[in-house]
């Protein structure tokens, strides 16, 4: 990440804050939410919140990633708990542990760790359709064509293999 | 394949897409899809995140320098606030950025934070119909006033209500039509229709609606709006236009049914305090007469009702958490009291009727039971039939947002009925009643799955819904109706000729909740003996019903 000195930086430049620190934090919020839709619209969110905060020269440049993040936390907590008051029963929070949103790269390596194992623990099919369908991003037809199967069949197939590894996550965790 | 295996498949597509899932945003059926979504998420952190689109940095810039521009002008707005009657959009164009892009978060939070601050306002509404052929008419002109809680007078000034004011003061709903020289009273709630494009509805709209898209900006009656598309929790996508100066919405086009659409437009439209005491006071004009569709009488005190019917009324010791008492009236020739309450949470409408039971309660045989005390509880959701006390002073059955909950205690019958979700009622009853009612549960009732299952398409599902939201099919919304066709088509696969092999009577509802139903059939036409039925689209009383199984 590009070094911040407040003598470089006048405390009011938008366009330098966000030109310096805007990569990473969309990175992290994106690691929260997985899609680049949502993490643009928070990532602008956490910004509009945080700078007025910045501008005041009250945080060293060097502490403005840090600050951005637990901002960017703050914003998503704030969305669960409206979506939880709006009638939701289970705890988000508790099962989006931070681990999954970290910036750490030993703690990603981590996190990487425990998935990939909790992924070799299922059948060879499960293992493969997960693989096509959420790392590779292909579709159910694609999928269905690559393995052989029919759409309901890889529909029903990856619903199981969640639902075993989820099983298999919540132990290690 | 099961609705979860569909849901979660629709989400990792969403993901794959990179698009928002509507679940980050709407409440889940279950904590276990809830974390099989969270486990597509963690899956998904192996890979590398999407990197935005090559102007993102641009964009971002300066959207937030917009939003941070706007937000240190907001201070200005409570010094500026004008007192007595004024408009509000002239201060509004000082408090916001008219040049600034919307985004669509901003665009909605913008119209609440502006309705924020309209107490009252005064309007002339324009609805102009436009068929396949795009040819345009102008259906009706309207002078509307309307306040935040809900009250309004509107008179039709060209149309087919030319010269009629209706009016609803949250006491009293009529309607004067100086032709006939009559004025109609007929009971505040429920109301059926206000009228259209009423702002504090259409906000709460947008606010609910499933996404939300500025596509353009336009002028409308030569204010400058940005278009936003809308697509709601059932039916089809409509547009908005907003006001780049006020934040409120100008004008609206519905989508095209039946051939035809409709644009509604605020031709002018001012903010005030207030509605005129004078237009929003019932009164019955020199040289009318009165039809009287209401028999209730408001009452100021409790003092006022014992001389009137006879009785002491039962009066709640504290009013139930969430609500708000508005008034209380009578109907004196049928002994019966009723309070009314609007909940603090969604301005929903409440009433507590209390009389003398006539004879003992036997259940509708739509309704689901509970128990008040050990005793029967009757429970309508929607309301089929009006019995009992249920029908004095009011016409509900047949609505299909209205529920209630009937019992008798000593003597007396008590009545609970609203436009809530059948918990909320059922939570009011509990307040009521010091937690001695007890709804059944449909699962503790079943106990069972059915024995065989009835496979569904939720694509079907929905595109039902939308075409029941925008009228049509009605039946849906009915369990037993919906039950009805079901076995019917069971008995005549090729559809059903004249009478229904199987009659309403035929089916009795066991358990009901705002998601489920099972209903046992009684007839020796059919082996089916129990229907299981599901609201897969939406849980609440606007929501169709599905036959998911059966024994």
Known sequence: MPQINREDIPASSVEEICHATWKPLYRFIYYKVQ????????????????????????????????????????????RWRKKKRRGINVDIETIHP???????????????????????????????????????????????????????????????????????LKTVN | MSKHEQQLSEYIDRLNAEQKPIEHDTISESVEIEELYSTVKRIRSLKEPAEPNSDYEKMLVQQVENELSRQKRLPRKKGMLFTGIASIAAILAILFNMFSPFTNSDIVNAMEVAFDDV?????????????????????????????RDGHYVVKGLEGINQDIVTGNNGKTKWQVNPNEKQIHRFPAFPDTYHFAFELGHEIKEVTNALSTKVIGDDTVIGR???????????????????DKETKLPLQKQT?????????????????????????????????????????????????????????????????????????????????????????Q??????????????????????????????????????????????????LYAGMTDVSSIRWQQDGFEYVVIGNGALKELAAFVNSLTNDAFEMQSTAKNSGTTPQFDVPYDMTVEENTQKSVDAGSSPWRLDPVAVAQVF???????????GDSPIDLQD?????????????????????????????????????????????
Do not use: C
């Not at chain 1, 052989?148 to 890889?154: A, L, P």
């Not at chain 2, 089929?384 to 249920?390: A, F, K, P, S, T």
């Not at chain 2, 089916?507 to 229907?531: G, K, Y």
């Open chain 2, 345 to 394: 949470h969604n301005d929903n409408k409440l009433v507590f009727i209390q009389g003398h039971a006539i004879s003992p309660i036997t259940p509708v045989r739509t309704a689901t039971l509970g128990k008040v005390n050990g005793n029967v509880a009757e429970i309508q959701s929607p309301v089929y039939e009006d019995v009992g006390i249920l029908g004095g002073g009011g």
């Open chain 1, 98 to 168: 931070e681990v999954s949103a970290v910036g750490d790269a030993t703690e990603m390596s981590v996190e990487r760790i425990i998935i990939e194992k909790a992924l070799s623990q299922l059948q060879k099919e499960q293992q493969t359709v997960i693989e096509l369908r959420i790392i590779k991003g292909y579709s159910v037809a694609e999928t269905a064509e690559i393995m052989d199967k029919t759409e309901v069949n890889i529909r029903v197939m990856q619903h199981r293999a969640l639902q075993s590894l989820a099983k298999i």
């Open chain 2, 255 to 343: 989508a095209m049914h039946n051939a035809l659409q409709y644009t509604i437009t605020f031709t002018d439209i001012d903010f005030n305090e207030t509605i005129p005491e004078e237009l929003l006071s019932y009164q019955v004009p020199k040289g009318y007469q009165e039809v009287e569709s209401s028999p209730e009488q408001i009452v100021n005190s409790l003092n006022e009702i014992p001389s009137a019917i006879g009785y002491i009324p039962e009066m709640p010791k504290t009013i139930p958490e969430g609500y708000d008492q508005n008034y209380m009236t009578i109907i004196p020739n049928q002994g019966l009291v009723k309070i009314y309450y609007t909940s």
């Open chain 2, 507 to 551: 089916f009795n509802i066991l358990a009901q909740s705002d998601a489920e139903a099972i209903l046992e059939v009684s007839s020796n036409q059919t082996p089916i003996t129990t229907i299981y039925l599901k609201r897969l689209i939406r849980p609440d009383s606007t929501g169709i019903w599905t036959v998911v199984g059966y024994d």
């Open chain 2, 487 to 497: 076995v019917s088509l069971q008995i005549s696969p090729d559809g059903i000729i």
């Open chain 2, 224 to 242: 400058k709006a940005s278009i936003v598309e809308v697509t709601p929790r059932g039916g089809q996508p409509y547009r908005i236009w907003i």
């Open chain 2, 119 to 147: 107490k009252a306002y005064h309007g002339f509404l324009e609805i102009i119909a436009t068929n396949a052929n795009e040819e345009s008419t102008t259906q009706a002109r309207l002078e509307v006033w309307a306040n």
């Open chain 1, 35 to 78: 899609n680049r839709e949502e993490a643009e619209e928070i990532t602008q969110e956490t910004f509009v919140k945080a700078i007025p905060y910045l501008r005041k020269g009250k945080i060293h440049p060097d502490k403005y990633s840090g600050f951005l993040k637990t901002v960017a936390l703050n914003v998503l907590r704030d």
